[in-house]
DNA sequence: GGATTAATAT
DNA sequence: CATATTAATC
C-alpha cells in the first residue's frame, strides 16, 4: 500500500513526459516571447526522463502528483498553471465563482500565503476581461465548441446585454449609444448558446458609431471586452501566423473569425500584449541579466520568472533538481476546433485573405518541426 | 506601429 | 482623489 507499482510509477512518468513535451511544441513558436517558459519545460522533461531511464527509486515526487505542496520555491515554477483570473470587475464579467476551486481542486496549492501572492501577480497583468463572449461581440464558434482545456468556460449566464450596473452611470455619456440594440434578443434566448449556436443569431455588430444622426459627438467606442475566449483565439492566430512580431492586426482578425472585430480592435490588443511581453518592469531592480524575461506568458497570462533567475545562473545547471511539482495541468491551448464563421455579417470582408498586402509567407510550423532548437536563445526584445 | 487620450478600475 | 490598466484614437 505504501509504495504503488513501479510500473504504475513509470507509466505515470512517461505520461507526463508526453504531456510536457505536447505543450512544448505548444510553446514552441512562442519561444521568443517566452523563452523561459521553454527552456523550463525542457528541462522538466529531461529530468523526468532521466529519472525514468536511472533508477526510479527515490522518486518521492511523483507521488501523486499532488503533493510536493510547501513550495517548490526551488525551481520550475513551470506553468503552473492558467485559468483566466477573474477580477470581479463590473464591465464584462459573469462568471461566478469557483475559479479558485478549480485551479486549486487539482493539485495542491502551496500555501495559502503564496498562493496570494501569486494570484497577485497574476491578475496583475491579465489581458482579457475575464468574461466569455461579451455582451455585444459574437465569436462564432460553431458549434464544435471549444470548451475543451481552458477550465471549461461556464455558458451558464453568458450573457447580459444590459449590464452596466456600477459602470452604466459613469458610463452613461455613452448612453446617447445604446449598445443594447438586438443582442438582447438574440441572445437571451440562447444563453446557453455558448456553444450552441452562439455566432449563428448574432449579427449583431458593434456599432456604436460616433455620431449618427444628431449629436455630432463622437463618442468613443463602446469598450469591447476580450474575454478569455477571444483572447485565446487571439493567441492561436499569434501562434499560426508565428508570433506576435510577425503577425498583422489584420491576418490576426481573419484567423480568429470573430464577426464583430475590427482591425484596430485587434491592433490595439496586439499592441498591449507585446507591451506587457516585453519588460513590465523597466525601471526598478533590473536584472543583471537582461536575457531573462521579468515575464512571460503562459497561456496568456503572465508569469513572473522565478527568482533563480534574477542572480544566479543563465544557463541553469541546477536544474537537475528540476520535478513535475504540479502534476497535471490543463492545457491552454486546445485544438482550436477549425472555426468557421456561420454568417458572414461585416461588410469589411475587403482585404480577406485572398490578397495579402504583405507577401509575408509565415510557414506555420508549431508542432512539426520542433526538434533542432530547444532551450536557445532569448532575443533580448 | 507607436503614442496619446479617455474611460475605468483599484 | 491618485494611479494603474486597457481599449480607442490619433
Given at each position: 500500500?505504501?509504495?504503488?507499482?513501479?510500473?504504475?510509477?513509470?507509466?505515470?512518468?512517461?505520461?507526463?513526459?508526453?504531456?510536457?513535451?505536447?505543450?512544448?511544441?505548444?510553446?514552441?513558436?512562442?519561444?521568443?516571447?517566452?523563452?523561459?517558459?521553454?527552456?523550463?519545460?525542457?528541462q522538466?522533461?529531461?529530468?523526468?526522463?532521466?529519472?525514468?531511464?536511472?533508477?526510479?527509486?527515490?522518486?518521492?515526487?511523483?507521488?501523486?502528483?499532488?503533493?510536493?505542496?510547501?513550495?517548490?520555491?526551488?525551481?520550475?515554477?513551470?506553468?503552473?498553471?492558467?485559468?483566466?483570473?477573474?477580477?470581479?470587475?463590473?464591465?464584462?464579467?459573469?462568471?461566478?465563482?469557483?475559479?479558485?476551486?478549480?485551479?486549486?481542486?487539482?493539485?495542491?496549492?502551496?500555501?495559502?500565503?503564496?498562493?496570494?501572492?501569486?494570484?497577485?501577480?497574476?491578475?496583475?497583468?491579465?489581458?482579457?476581461?475575464?468574461?466569455?463572449?461579451?455582451?455585444?461581440?459574437?465569436?462564432?464558434?460553431?458549434?464544435?465548441?471549444?470548451?475543451?482545456?481552458?477550465?471549461?468556460?461556464?455558458?451558464?449566464?453568458?450573457?447580459?446585454?444590459?449590464?452596466?450596473e456600477?459602470?452604466?452611470?459613469?458610463?452613461?455619456?455613452?448612453?446617447?449609444?445604446p449598445?443594447?440594440?438586438?443582442?438582447?434578443?438574440?441572445?437571451?434566448?440562447?444563453?446557453?448558446?455558448?456553444?450552441?449556436?452562439?455566432?449563428?443569431?448574432?449579427?449583431?455588430?458593434?456599432?456604436?458609431?460616433?455620431?449618427?444622426?444628431?449629436?455630432?459627438?463622437?463618442?468613443?467606442?463602446?469598450?469591447?471586452?476580450?474575454?478569455?475566449?477571444?483572447?485565446?483565439?487571439?493567441?492561436?492566430?499569434?501562434?499560426?501566423l508565428?508570433?506576435s512580431?510577425?503577425?498583422?492586426?489584420?491576418?490576426?482578425?481573419?484567423?480568429?473569425?470573430?464577426?464583430?472585430?475590427?482591425?484596430?480592435?485587434?491592433?490595439?490588443?496586439?499592441?498591449?500584449?507585446?507591451?506587457?511581453?516585453?519588460?513590465?518592469?523597466?525601471?526598478?531592480?533590473?536584472?543583471?541579466?537582461?536575457?531573462?524575461?521579468?515575464?512571460?506568458?503562459?497561456g496568456?497570462?503572465?508569469?513572473?520568472?522565478?527568482?533563480?533567475?534574477?542572480?544566479t545562473?543563465?544557463?541553469?545547471?541546477?536544474?537537475?533538481?528540476?520535478?513535475?511539482?504540479?502534476?497535471?495541468?490543463?492545457?491552454?491551448?486546445?485544438?482550436?476546433?477549425?472555426?468557421?464563421?456561420?454568417?458572414?455579417?461585416?461588410?469589411?470582408?475587403?482585404?480577406?485573405?485572398?490578397?495579402?498586402?504583405?507577401?509575408?509567407?509565415?510557414?506555420?510550423?508549431?508542432?512539426?518541426?520542433?526538434?533542432?532548437?530547444?532551450?536557445?536563445?532569448?532575443?533580448?526584445?
Open positions: 500500500m505504501i509504495e504503488m507499482d513501479f510500473a504504475q510509477k513509470m507509466r505515470r512518468c512517461h505520461e507526463y513526459v508526453e504531456a510536457l513535451e505536447e505543450e512544448r511544441r505548444k510553446i514552441q513558436v512562442f519561444q521568443r516571447e517566452l523563452p523561459l517558459c521553454l527552456e523550463l519545460v525542457t522538466a522533461i529531461e529530468a523526468c526522463k532521466k529519472e525514468i531511464s536511472g533508477g526510479s527509486t527515490t522518486t518521492d515526487y511523483m507521488q501523486g502528483q499532488s503533493d510536493c505542496s510547501e513550495q517548490t520555491t526551488s525551481d520550475v515554477p513551470v506553468l503552473e498553471e492558467f485559468i483566466p483570473i477573474k477580477k470581479g470587475s463590473a464591465d464584462c464579467s459573469e462568471e461566478d465563482d469557483e475559479q479558485e476551486s478549480h485551479k486549486s481542486k487539482e493539485k495542491n496549492v502551496p500555501a495559502a500565503v503564496d498562493h496570494k501572492r501569486k494570484s497577485d501577480w497574476l491578475r496583475s497583468v491579465q489581458l482579457w476581461n475575464n468574461n466569455d463572449q461579451s455582451p455585444d461581440l459574437p465569436l462564432n464558434e460553431d458549434e464544435g465548441n471549444n470548451a475543451s482545456a481552458v477550465g471549461v468556460k461556464k455558458s451558464g449566464g453568458a450573457f447580459q446585454p444590459f449590464k452596466r456600477k459602470t452604466a452611470e459613469k458610463s452613461v455619456q455613452s448612453s446617447a449609444v449598445k443594447t440594440n438586438a443582442s438582447a434578443t438574440s441572445t437571451s434566448t440562447t444563453e446557453s448558446g455558448s456553444r450552441g449556436g452562439t455566432g449563428a443569431g448574432e449579427a449583431n455588430n458593434v456599432n456604436y458609431s460616433k455620431n449618427d444622426e444628431k449629436e455630432g459627438q463622437p463618442s468613443r467606442k463602446q469598450r469591447r471586452c476580450w474575454s478569455p475566449e477571444l483572447h485565446r483565439r487571439f493567441l492561436h492566430a499569434l501562434q499560426q508565428g508570433g512580431h510577425v503577425a498583422t492586426p489584420k491576418q490576426i482578425r481573419e484567423l480568429m473569425k470573430v464577426d464583430g472585430l475590427t482591425n484596430d480592435e485587434v491592433k490595439s490588443h496586439l499592441q498591449k500584449y507585446r507591451l506587457h511581453t516585453r519588460r513590465p518592469s523597466p525601471s526598478v531592480q533590473q536584472n543583471a541579466n537582461p536575457q531573462a524575461p521579468q515575464f512571460v506568458v503562459v496568456g497570462i503572465w508569469v513572473p520568472p522565478p527568482p533563480e533567475y534574477a542572480t545562473t543563465t544557463t541553469s545547471t541546477k536544474t537537475a533538481t528540476v520535478m513535475p511539482t504540479s502534476g497535471i495541468y490543463t492545457p491552454v491551448a486546445t485544438p482550436l476546433p477549425t472555426l468557421s464563421q456561420p454568417s458572414a455579417t461585416q461588410p469589411s470582408h475587403s482585404e480577406e485573405r485572398g490578397s495579402h498586402s504583405e507577401g509575408r509567407v509565415h510557414s506555420n510550423s508549431p508542432s512539426t518541426s520542433s526538434s533542432t532548437h530547444t532551450t536557445t536563445d532569448s532575443p533580448a526584445f
